[in-house]
């Protein structure tokens, strides 16, 4: 068995549905220029707010990757 370099990189997904689409969307998007996407942390939620609603909602996600 090898040994394995790692990479965290930290993104900001949004969502007008929820706080797990908001991680899925950051997730689908950070795959589709990274490779060997492994896992994540989220680090942050939030949202913004629009006369008294939740308009977004917004998660500071960390993903880790394998180095090729």
């Not at 797990?20 to 680090?43: M, P």
Request: proline share 0%.
């Amino acid at each position: 068995m090898s040994d394995h370099v790692y990479k965290l990189i930290e993104v900001v997904g949004s969502s007008t549905t929820s706080s797990d689409d908001a991680i899925r969307n950051a997730i689908t998007k950070a795959s589709e220029s990274l490779d060997n996407v492994g896992w994540f942390e989220v680090q942050q939620t939030r949202g913004h707010v629009e006369n008294g609603e939740i308009a977004h909602f917004q998660v500071i996600v960390k993903v880790g990757f394998r180095l090729d």
